[in-house]
């Protein structure tokens, strides 16, 4: 069956029910209906409870078996021993997809129960995230059929985690810092559903421009790198890989249930299939939000241009430390930047144009850089001071950003004042970030796609 077609259920259900749903507020089972009833997804939301007549205004069922007609989705918030009789019934009723929030599975030893879940659920021809699972989230259609309290911002990252409550509070974080993502799927200890078949699924989904993982383990090696190297040609992937050292190993492997295996083996399957790697869950961010927002670059020149020398300096050392170039300007350039930019102001790369720079000095000396074939992508950075007026340095930026077709990010350093310019950029899908090394980071996704599949 197309992964399209098998996890369909999963992510765009017409009815789901809530087994083990919960009328004490502050359990999972009661936090899960309560995200699916005001959530703002239009659907039919069955809670099943043997023990309850009405949940949350509807009334309960004492089995999924019991619930009238159809069910795509089974959300199960029941104790692991009672998992399998739950999932013989969702078979019986002829579930196409489940997701299992319990835990108590393999990441304690109790493999037997994975292996039978596994068999009930490949005997019922249903699909299975989980179990030791946060939860799905479909921004695009409202649906938080998960226990994260927070519903993310719609957006176009697919958010792929083995950790749930890693993944639960980097939805918080994506949230406040006002990052949109389009899917959410935590995957815990992957008994059917995994990473791979989750990649070439989102392949297909237009509200999904670039894909991000956290991963400790990935059991089916061969299978994800078909499944990256396929799917990273069209879309871009970013990836964590944690359990680097020894201590973390450990970790993962009572995290989970798995083996995180050696981490140079992870490196070169992540290069051979096109994945771009991030070092921590900033990076994996910061790299999403530049994939989703700007063209690849073509090569890995890039020019700074900035309001503060020191900024511009920083920047600059970060990119070479990174293999990014910052090449010296041809002379043609330099008479062209000297013709616009005051005396004391250097058109040298890094561009230091000064901090009373408005919006006309940095839209020409963006604009005349940006036109260049002397670079690849620029780094725009701007410096808080009290001389100009921030939005207007934004909507420069954004009008360059949007004339020649090269990546641009921006690096703003400076406090609340600065907070209408990144609205304004992130409004415009300009890349923004409150540091140079952050911008830095960004631009080196940027070049690593590029570099990675030749656009």
């Known amino acids: 069956m197309d992964p399209s077609e098998s996890l369909e259920s999963l992510f765009y259900p017409g009815t789901i029910a809530v087994i083990g749903a919960s009328r004490k507020k502050g359990k999972i089972g009661n936090q899960v209906l309560r995200n699916l009833v005001y959530g703002g997804y239009e659907c039919a939301i069955y809670p099943v409870n043997p023990k309850a007549e009405e949940i949350l205004g509807l009334k309960s069922y004492p089995s999924v078996l019991d619930v009238p007609g159809m069910v795509d989705l089974a959300v199960i918030v029941v104790p692991a021993r009672i998992v399998p009789h739950v999932l013989r019934e969702c078979s019986q009723k002829g579930v196409r997809g489940v997701v299992i929030i319990s835990s108590g599975f393999g990441e304690i030893g109790r ?14 021809g249903m699909r299975i995230i989980g179990p030791n699972t946060v939860g799905i989230i479909n921004t695009s259609i409202f649906m938080n059929a998960s226990f994260v309290s927070t519903m993310p911002i719609p957006g176009e990252i697919a958010f792929i985690t083995q950790s749930g409550a890693l993944g639960e509070a980097l939805i918080h974080w994506t949230a406040q810092e006002g990052l949109g993502l389009s899917k959410v799927a935590s995957l815990g200890n992957k008994v059917d559903v995994d990473d791979a078949d989750l990649i070439r699924y989102f392949l297909n989904e237009e509200s999904v421009n670039v894909i991000v993982l956290y991963i400790e383990s990935i059991r089916k090696g061969r299978k994800f790198m078909e499944a990256a190297k396929e799917v990273s040609k069209v879309k871009p992937i970013v990836a964590v890989k944690a359990g680097k050292s020894k201590a973390g190993q450990r970790a993962t492997s009572s995290h989970t249930g798995s083996l995180a295996g050696e981490d140079r083996i992870y490196d070169a399957a992540f290069r051979q299939s096109g ?73 040298r790369n890094p561009v230091d144009i000064l901090g009373d720079a408005d919006y ?26 009290a001389l100009v007026d921030p939005v207007e340095i934004a909507e420069a930026i954004v009008e360059v950003d949007k004339a020649w077709g090269k990546p641009v990010v921006t690096g703003w350093i400076g406090g609340e004042g600065l907070r209408e310019a990144r609205h304004l950029l992130m409004e415009k899908k300009v890349p923004q970030y409150p540091s140079p090394k952050r911008a830095c980071t960004a631009m080196k996704a940027l070049i690593r796609q590029g570099e990675l599949h030749g656009q």
């Open 360 to 385: 006309k000095r940095y839209r020409d000396t963006l604009d005349t850089v940006a036109g260049s074939d002397a670079v690849d992508g620029i780094i725009a950075l701007h410096v808080q001071t």
């Open 275 to 347: 994945v771009i790697r991030a070092n921590d869950t900033t990076e994996l961010f910061d790299m999403a939000v530049a994939l989703a927002q700007q063209p690849p670059a073509k090569g890995n020149r890039v020019a700074i241009v900035t309001n503060g020398g020191g900024a511009g300096v920083i920047a600059a050392d970060i990119c070479e430390e990174n293999g990014i170039e910052v090449p010296g300007f041809r002379d043609e350039l330099l008479e062209r930047l000297r013709g616009l930019l005051p005396e004391i102001a250097s058109p």
């Open 111 to 124: 493999t037997d129960l994975e292996d039978e879940v596994k068999r009930i659920a490949r005997e019922g």
